[in-house]
Nanobody
């Protein structure tokens, strides 16, 4: 059974930091492209960061220099370190696992989300 379980969300003051974790099970984690998305109330889901099987990363412009995505294939876990948090970062953060074969998405798994609230 495939599972992606996010943790680490919560309430933090502006300028603070949080580290999100996403623990994966039920599939070959090391073969998957891993992503973090977020969705704020009334807004569309937005891609925040991604990390390939080989460790190459990409970030949304809005989080570059503040967020860092990483993965530990031995622990089947992907992380999102978030620093210098702003009120506009307030969202539900979702973990996503994608397996692409010959340019076609074969598997696409989602976690249940974790709430991040940035407020004083």
């Amino acid at each position: 059974q495939v599972q992606l379980v996010e943790s680490g969300g919560g309430l933090v003051q502006p300028g603070g930091s949080l580290r999100l974790s996403c623990a994966a099970s039920g599939f070959t984690f090391s073969s998957y492209l891993m992503k973090w998305y977020r969705q704020a109330p009334g807004k569309e889901r937005e891609l925040v960061a991604s990390i390939t099987r080989f460790g190459s990363t990409n970030y949304a412009n809005s989080v570059k220099g503040r967020f860092t995505i990483s993965r530990d294939n031995a622990k089947n876990t992907v992380y999102l370190q978030m620093n210098s948090l702003k009120p506009e970062d307030t969202s539900v953060f979702y973990c996503n696992a994608v397996r692409i074969v010959n340019g076609v998405v074969r598997d696409d798994y989602w976690g249940q989300g974790t709430q991040v609230t940035v407020s004083s």
